[in-house]
């Protein structure tokens, strides 16, 4: 998924979110929220990008809207953004009343993935001065391993190798490594 990454003070959140929700629109894909701050989160400004969003693209359960997919990546355990684990688990992540998405089945189901349905034009994508191949840069596959209670999880037997494994081969991506550089010329 596209990723909004906010991590510095925002200025405008609400504005923030809805140019989110554009992109999401335009591209008919979901946007996950990558918000690094450690220390002191800025979780009322997260829920205003949330909020705005969520205007736009409401919750749906039945994951068969894409643009509705708004995921926040989030740390395991209990060293890292914790505040906003807090938050998140608090008041995003309630089974009773969700207001973003857990990894859906992509992981492990690529012929029903985003990442299938975008792969014809991440790979036919122009370059913008950053090479004369064409295609993107990168392409992100990601799963959580524990979020088993709320959504399937990449631990056994639900592994990634139906999601990405599959994804890998089809997109002639090299697995193992070293993988070449990504722009050839």
């Not at 949330?50 to 809207?65: L, M, Q």
């Not at 989030?74 to 998140?88: F, P, S, T, Y």
């Not at 524990?146 to 994804?167: D, F, H, L, W, Y």
Request: some cysteine; hydrophobic content about 40%.
């Amino acid at each position: 998924m596209p990723s909004a990454v906010v991590n510095r003070p925002v200025a405008n959140a609400t504005l923030l979110g809805q140019r989110a929700a554009a992109v999401a629109t335009r591209l008919g894909v979901g946007i996950e929220i990558d918000y690094e701050q450690n220390a002191n989160p800025n979780t009322a400004a997260l829920q205003n990008v949330i909020t705005a969003y969520r205007a736009v693209h409401p919750y749906d359960a039945s994951g068969a809207n894409p643009r509705a997919r708004l995921t926040i990546d989030v740390a395991a355990g209990d060293r890292w953004l914790i505040a906003l684990n807090q938050k998140a688990t608090a008041d995003w992540l309630r089974t009773d009343n969700p207001v973003l998405d857990w990894a859906r089945p992509e992981c492990t189901n690529y012929a029903n993935s985003v990442q299938k349905a975008a792969a014809p034009y991440v790979q036919s994508v122009a370059p913008n001065g950053a090479g004369t191949t064409a295609g993107m840069l990168g392409f992100m596959f990601w799963a959580a391993e524990k979020p088993s209670t709320r959504g399937i999880g990449t631990a056994p037997p639900n592994t990634c190798e139906g999601g990405m494994g599959v994804g890998a081969n089809s997109m002639n991506i090299p697995v193992p490594m070293p993988m070449p550089a990504l722009r050839q010329s």
